[in-house]
């Protein structure tokens, strides 16, 4: 019985020793980390004016290490805002913009605190460090907004912007004013003849003639509730139509039997008397040009030479555009022990103005 038993005995043992080898999940699966000191802060505002200070307070404490000192630490981000609008238009809105923020300075010390056993805090029962930290003065905020002269502004523009902005703006526009090759966005043109005061200047037509724009080809109606004329492109249908020119209505002198429609123009001949002033009358000729193409071509004509890119930004409150450029940190409190381990605090946003 006494050896039964010291055999069985030993093989339990035997069996407890390779049990515990084989199943200590807690010795061969978990890897323990240094433990850093318990940390937390506060700072004075979420704002800032650049080449200023930022005041704050720490509170940490450590049951492992002793501790060694503190630092702040924070990273820099760039973020601009742009807007510019084709204020000259008022038929319909463009505009080109962008809001980006880029990493300007990954996270790095800024300032180093001593520790000392004299900012202990029995009430907290922890370490109070307070101080400052500053930011530098070139990073205050650039704001270009509506800008009122040309004065330095191709210089900004080009270095906000980039040096091809004005073309690439223009190009842009230039499919939303004439949607396909046979149409135009007459409104919006109108808006820019209007805005840079071409309606009353004088202009050499593909005919060769010198006449002003509002002759040509603008007609206008008088609106009493605004006092002012309203301005807008001649239609086809309202002077000629090739597409159906069987018989145009058309008021002209009761005496006469030829009258000439613009300029330069095979005359029409007076065929049936409707009443005393109105005629039918057609062409003595098929092939008639209406008007429609020819107010296409001067447009793009006044569009591709004439309109700049500073008559399309042209507003009332100087040029629309809208530059921002401002900066922002994450800050946060590190406290260092005797080893090197260190906590971070939670990280402060902080606006610089």
């Known amino acids: 019985m006494k050896t039964i038993f010291k055999t069985l005995a030993l093989g339990l043992l035997l069996l407890a020793v390779a049990s515990c080898e084989k199943h ?22 979420s704002m800032m004016k650049a080449g200023e200070t930022m005041g704050f307070t ?3 404490y450590s049951t492992v290490a002793a501790i060694d000192h503190s630092e702040v630490w924070y990273d820099l981000f760039e973020k601009e805002d742009k807007i510019v609008t084709a204020a000259a238009i008022k038929s319909f809105t463009y505009s080109v913009s962008s809001s980006t923020a880029t990493q300007k300075r990954i996270l790095q010390t800024i300032q180093s605190y001593e520790h000392s056993e004299d900012l202990y805090n029995d009430s907290l029962r922890a370490f109070v460090v307070e101080g400052r930290f500053p930011v530098s003065n070139t990073l205050s905020p650039i704001t270009w907004v509506n800008p009122k002269d040309t004065v330095g502004f191709t210089k900004n523009l080009h270095a906000y912007f980039g040096e091809n902005f004005a073309k690439e703006f223009k190009d842009g526009l230039t499919p939303k004013m004439n949607p396909t090759a046979d149409e135009r966005h007459y409104g919006a043109y109108m808006d820019i003849i209007k805005s840079m005061s071409l309606l009353g200047d004088t202009i050499i037509t593909p005919n060769g003639e010198k006449m002003p724009y509002l002759q040509w080809i603008s007609d206008s109606t008088f609106n009493a509730n605004t006092n002012s004329w309203n301005r807008y492109f001649k239609q086809n249908d309202t002077i000629w139509s090739k597409v159906n020119f069987d018989t145009l209505d058309m008021k002209v002198d009761t005496n006469a039997t030829k009258v000439n429609i613009g300029t330069n123009r095979d005359p029409i001949i007076v065929d049936t008397v409707l009443y005393d002033t109105t005629y039918i009358v057609k062409p003595l000729v098929d092939d008639v040009i209406y008007v429609y193409p020819e107010i296409q071509h001067v447009i793009d004509s006044i569009w591709e030479n004439h309109v700049t890119f500073y008559d399309l930004i042209d ?6 555009v809208d530059f921002k450029r401002e900066y922002y940190i994450n800050a946060e409190l590190r406290i260092y022990d005797e080893h090197g381990n260190y906590s971070a605090t939670d990280a402060k946003q902080i606006n610089i103005n």
């Open 315 to 320: 507003g009332a409150e100087g040029y629309s």
């Open 58 to 60: 720490g509170q940490y």
């Open 24 to 45: 200590d999940l807690f010795d061969e699966n978990t890897i323990t980390g240094a433990v850093g000191p318990e940390a937390y802060w506060t700072i004075e505002s």
